[in-house]
């Protein structure tokens, strides 16, 4: 016997029929001989029926109160989806998030999941009944209703399953799957048959909608098999897994976040502590900075350019300005009409010329990228907001995505359900939404070359990446900073023993476009990998602060999901090490 969650979204229990619609596949499951937990999200669109009314009353209601009315919307689907299982002839309890004990910690409309208890669940369960758990929602110390964020159902199955040491979860929705990209958006975009844990972590969280990305988080941390699959249409639909398990290609998906807006503070010293100076001040107004790029700068100085969501544009000017002044910058500069189309694929890292295919196709399609930054397994550029949609186009395109074979099903059957190993039961309940940094490496075989003065127009990345890739040349970070005075600036690293090859093939480019290059021979990349990078404000900040106290500067930076990258000089690489290693906890 297998015990299995099921979740359902607002979607799959719209109406009475669709509630019982659901509730006869949780029996199904219970038939085959599984204990059943199902997780329900308010009815259609509940949710954003109760903002609406919340705004009607107040134009700022209190954060409490707004997760005590949110969370009445689980509290009727419950209720309903419970009645419907035993109107048709079985056990069924329903229970909110206080009866289960998910505690959380008080922040109220994004509250985290410290723990939760199991026991009265499994002694329903024991009972031969199937449990309805509320999505979405908790209790805090104080005993106040807290809930997870906007689409937090999910994460509320997916920790349900951990908890429970649950051999699969399912997430039923109004697609059959995950898609290349947004399906509804792209209609040529297919369905894939599986993903690993961090391509579709940097999916979810780079503005692929189709699941809630902290749900993704716990799925990695404690290893739990997700199956996303139609309500509708009984169609395979996708695992998502670890690594190991998926089929690595150089790009799985793209994704696209519509309101991005992007800051640059001008001439700032390049000195340690100037990225701290603003990051630290960033995060704790709760600003989560997005992308961030600086540049290498001249004559001692540098511009630091970061991106964060348009909605906290004029929170982060604020600090902006005010950290403006206090390092003497010349100028505060931003840009509210901005998109980022990021692509993503876990085997990008093995296969040269990945980048210069991502920009040879915007510039075919004549659009102009502003800024760009890259992970090992996702390269993100941010372009004018009315060219986001072309841009998913053309990108999607390049890597042949609209013809992604499904290969298969991806049917999990319930009598192929095996036990997974039992993870440290006491490591699942504590803190579990803690960020969790598994390592931070030292990378000294690398070499940076940087372009400056390169003009400002659509295909210059496509034409130096281009280049870089037919001289069969590895590239590893690639950062482009935001253009000033029509004039960009392009840095990557390779490997150190490619650094001659790197400067001539530079060299040629630069001198046709009157452009400048500069290298470093040998430079140090610390690595910083983890669950939670992203979605914790002020990570980034830990790393510079350390960094900083020791007077060590940052030449580069590029941030990711589950990555931030931070490039040092050479000689400082061991230094780094030690105090990143300290500052995380890492012995
Ligand atoms: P639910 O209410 O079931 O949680 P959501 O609306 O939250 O459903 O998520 C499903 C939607 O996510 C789909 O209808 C689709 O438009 C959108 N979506 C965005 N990106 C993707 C993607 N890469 N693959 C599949 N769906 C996606
Ligand atoms: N009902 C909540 C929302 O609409 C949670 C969820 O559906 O996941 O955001
Ligand atoms: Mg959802």
Known sequence: MALVVQKFGGTSVADPQKILAAAKKAIARQQGGHQVVVVVSAMGHQTDVLVDLAKQISDRPSAREMDMLLSTGEQVSVALFAMAIQSLGHKAVSLTGAQIGIRTDSTHTKARIKSISTDHVKKILDGGAIVIAAGFQGIDQDGNITTLGRGGSDTTAVALAAVLDADLCEIYTDVDGVYTTDPRMLPEARRLASISYDEMLELASLGAGVMHPRSIEFAKKFGVKVLVRSSFKDVPGTVILAAEESTPR?????????????????????????????FSQLAASGIAVDMIVQNVGQGGRADISFTVPADDLTGALDVSNQVARQLAATGVSHDAEL????????????????????FTALSAAGINVRMITTSEIKISVLVDKKDAQAAVQAVHRAFGLEAETTDGGADVAGSQLVKSSPLDVVRRLEGMEDLAIEDCQLDSSQALVTFTDLPDKPGVAADVFEEVGRAGLFVDMIVQSHPRNGLAEISFTVPAGDRDKAIDVAQKIAATRGATVADVPHVAKLSITGVGIRSHAGVADRLFKPLADCGINIDLVSTSEVRLNVVVAAEHGEKSLKVLREAFGLS
Do not use: F, W, Y
Not at 250 to 278: F, W
Not at 339 to 358: F, N, W
């Open 250 to 278: 150089p790009a799985s998906g793209v994704a696209l976040a519509k309101d991005e807006a992007r800051i640059t503070l001008e001439n700032i010293p390049d000195q340690p502590g100037s990225s701290h100076a603003l």
């Open 339 to 358: 998109a980022k189309v990021s692509v993503v694929g876990v085997g990008m890292e093995r296969e040269e010329g990945v980048a210069g295919r991502m």
